[in-house]
């Protein structure tokens, strides 16, 4: 399984950014993806995670701004970044995990700058 982000970029506080990733080879067992980030000097922090059935959790400093979809039928998963604050910058990491395999996948990750 390969992993491959877009979408990331430099934007003032209040704007918007769209995240996409597209995962491919053995994608039939990918039941949950999503997205998590890091910033300089601090842990890699959940996002916003999705099941293929669209069931979505999203972590505490993103709920109500952040919106995760997925499209089962192209592989692919969103991430639209509203209302964003300098604190969110952070390299944005696709995530996906087998349930076959019983492991986590994860892209290159695409940087999100918010200056204010």
């Known amino acids: 399984v390969q992993l491959v982000e877009s979408g990331g970029g430099s934007v003032q506080a209040g704007g918007s950014l769209r995240l996409s990733c597209t995962a491919s080879?053995?994608?039939?067992?990918?039941?949950?993806m999503g997205w998590y980030r890091q910033s300089p000097g601090k842990q890699r922090e959940m996002v916003a995670l999705?099941?293929?059935?669209?069931?979505?959790n999203y972590g505490d400093s993103v709920r109500g701004r952040f919106n995760c979809t997925r499209d089962t039928t192209k592989n692919e998963v969103y991430l639209q970044l509203n209302y964003l604050k300098p604190e969110d910058t952070a390299v944005y990491y696709c995530?996906?995990?087998?349930?076959?395999?019983?492991?986590?996948?994860w892209g290159r990750g695409t940087q999100v700058t918010v200056s204010s």
């Open positions: 995530n996906a995990f087998s349930n076959w395999e019983d492991r986590n996948y």
């Open positions: 080879g053995v994608t039939n067992s990918l039941t949950i």
């Open positions: 999705t099941t293929w059935r669209g069931n979505t």
